[in-house]
Antibody, heavy 123, light 111 residues
């Protein structure tokens, strides 16, 4: 059974940093691209970032580029999202998601999702 | 502002069929068939219910079907059931540096 468990969320002040983690199990982690998708309170879904199964290629939404960094540790079956220079508009539940098909995050889908980690940015 | 457009809400009675539209552009939905739909119940994570415009993942009811014409994709729920009451999001791969775009979501209400 595929399981994705996010951790690391919390309340931070504007300008602060936070690192989200996602532990994966139930599948060959390195064989699949992984992504982060966020959802602001009462709002819709927004793709944030994706990373190739081997970790070499990364992709970011315009809102995340230059502030967020996605990474993975295939030996530990872990996905990470480093959030820097946080803004109030980054307040959201951050979901990690496994792609459907394979190692490339391109032309794929978010097959399995974690339960989400809430990040609140407020002074 | 979402890159894709969906109606805010759609409702129907049990047993009826409803259709949710999702309109994009020639840069996303109109450019390829990497269109998907996600179901989200309150307080829960989204669930993939349609991919490649019209394919269902294993375990998803065949009451859910998808289609596409031009820049518009559609999700049809047949034989509406109380458990179908949820938010539904369309999504499309894009060829730009923004890999994926979502619609704003449609709230389905079973009357």
């Amino acid at each position: 059974e595929v399981q994705l468990v996010e951790s690391g969320g919390g309340l931070v002040q504007p300008g602060a940093s936070l690192r989200l983690s996602c532990g994966a199990s139930g599948f060959t982690f390195s064989s699949y691209a992984m992504s982060w998708v966020r959802q602001a309170p009462g709002k819709g879904l927004e793709w944030v970032s994706s990373i190739h199964g081997y970790g070499g290629d990364t992709y970011y939404a315009q809102s995340a580029r230059g502030r967020f960094t996605i990474s993975r540790d295939n030996a530990m079956n872990m996905l990470y999202l480093q959030l820097n220079s946080l803004r109030p508009e980054d307040t959201a539940v951050y979901y990690c998601a496994k792609t459907l098909s394979g190692t490339s995050p391109r032309q794929d889908y978010f097959q399995y999702w974690g339960q989400g980690a809430l990040v609140t940015v407020s002074s | 502002q979402s890159a894709l457009t969906q109606p805010a809400s759609v409702s129907g009675s049990p047993g009826q069929s409803i259709t949710i539209s999702c309109t994009g552009t020639s840069n996303d939905i109109g450019d390829h068939n990497y269109v998907s739909w996600y179901q989200q119940h309150p307080g829960k994570a989204p669930k993939l219910i349609i991919f490649d415009v019209s394919n269902r993942p294993s375990g998803v009811s065949n009451r859910f079907s998808g289609s596409k014409s031009g820049n518009t994709a559609s999700l049809t729920i047949s034989g509406l059931q109380a458990e179908d009451e949820a938010d539904y999001y369309c999504s499309s791969y894009t060829s730009s540096t923004t890999l994926y775009v979502f619609g704003p979501g449609t709230k389905v209400t079973v009357l």
